[in-house]
Every structure is written in C-alpha cells, then in structure tokens.
T-cell receptor, first 112, second 111 residues
Framework: EDQVTQSPEALRLQEGESSSLNCSYTVSGLRGLFWYRQDPGKGPEFLFTLYSAGEEKEKERLKATLTKKESFLHITAPKPEDSATYLCAVYAYRGGSEKLVFGKGTKLTVNP | NAGVTQTPKFQVLKTGQSMTLQCAQDMNHEYMSWYRQDPGMGLRLIHYSVGAGITDQGEVPNGYNVSRSTTEDFPLRLLSAAPSQTSVYFC??????????FGPGTRLTVT
C-alpha cells in the first residue's frame, strides 16, 4: 500500500540551530507532494507543492526539496515562531481512487 | 475571501445524539473533503466530493454521511454519535490543480 512516513516524530532545536525534517513516500506515479504547517488548535496551512525530483521551493527560513523517494524540509536559523507541527502529504491510490494521504507529522519546537 | 469556514468550533454530544458539522467555502472550488485528526493517527479522510451532487467515501466513512447540493457547502452528518468519534474534524477544499486549503476545525467530544 502507498505510504507516507515522517521523521522524526518530534524535534527540539535551539534558536538559530538549522536542521531538516524528512518525509519518505512510496507511491506509484507521484502527482505532487505537499508540505503543510499546523499550529495548535488550527487547521493545516499550505506551505509548498513539489512535483518532480530535483525540485526545490523556498519561503523565508524554509526550503523544501524532493527526490524520487523522499522530501526534506530544511529549516535554516529557526526562530521560536517556527514552532509547529509540519505535515507532508501525497496523492495515492486508496480504495480504487486517488486521495491525499498525510504523514503523521513532525512536531518542531524551537527554544529561544 | 473568507476561505473555508467551519461551524461550530466546539461541540459536546452524548452517545446516540446526531448532529451536522457545517463547512462552506467561497473560492468556487469543486473538490471538498472531510478529515478527522486524532493523536498519533494523523489526518484521515472521511468523505470527499468532486463536485455538486457527487460524493465518495474515504478511509474512515462509517458513522458519517455527507451530501453536496451546492458548490459552496459540504455538511458532515453524524447519525448516532459514539465516543470513538471524539476527534477534531477538518474540512478542506481545492481544485484539481491547487493544494487543499483547510478550515479552522471543529473539536467534537462524545460522552
């Protein structure tokens, strides 16, 4: 079955300490990989879409990259306001039709 | 644009009660979906719609009904609430070529 796995489950960083979050996927024919940010008590907020291996997207301190089997969300010099849960999702075939399947997320905490 | 709106924000039900979670979008998106989010389980698709009058089941449809009479609205009905339906519910909308945009969620507790 098509799968989306995120690691680590939780990550604690000091302000300014760069790191990366991982999203590995197994789908037949990628039609887009999506990154979302979710703050406590709120709905997921769209960050990036990546379509093909080698593609990169950037927004402020975040950069998302894509290979044939995984995506990375690189966080450069994070600030406390970057603390959130980061979700990735891909379109996958489930029950005979294509649906968006989410990983369980990485909870990022950035300490001042 | 208000985007995707959901009501109510919070709801407490007793086992066996029924209720409808409301979802509306003003972006003229043809696709709409309902998800539930539980600790350690991630977002799971309940039902979705690819246009007015067309709905289909997601991964966890049991105990929920949907209908889509207009492009803007996609209500989710709980027919007979059970404690296992305690969760946070999110509605999302998109076109085929855009990412899904999510509402703020409804936190439901069934006692």
């Amino acid at each position: 079955e098509d799968q989306v796995t995120q690691s680590p489950e939780a990550l604690r960083l000091q302000e300014g300490e760069s790191s990366s979050l991982n999203c590995s996927y197994t789908v037949s024919g990628l039609r887009g990989l999506f990154w979302y940010r979710q703050d406590p008590g709120k709905g997921p907020e769209f960050l990036f879409t990546l379509y093909s291996a080698g593609e990169e997207k950037e927004k402020e301190r975040l950069k998302a990259t894509l290979t044939k089997k995984e995506s990375f969300l690189h966080i450069t010099a994070p600030k406390p306001e970057d603390s959130a849960t980061y979700l990735c999702a891909v379109y996958a075939y489930r029950g005979g039709s294509e649906k968006l399947v989410f990983g369980k997320g990485t909870k990022l905490t950035v300490n001042p | 644009n208000a985007g995707v709106t959901q009501t109510p924000k919070f709801q407490v039900l007793k086992t066996g009660q029924s209720m409808t979670l409301q979802c509306a979008q003003d972006m003229n998106h043809e696709y709409m979906s309902w998800y539930r989010q539980d600790p350690g389980m991630g977002l799971r698709l309940i039902h979705y719609s690819v246009g007015a009058g067309i709905t289909d089941q997601g991964e966890v449809p049991n105990g929920y009904n949907v209908s889509r009479s207009t492009t803007e609205d996609f209500p989710l009905r709980l027919l007979s609430a059970a404690p296992s339906q305690t969760s946070v519910y999110f509605c999302a909308s998109s076109t085929r070529d855009t990412p899904q945009y999510f509402g703020p969620g409804t936190r439901l507790t069934v006692t």
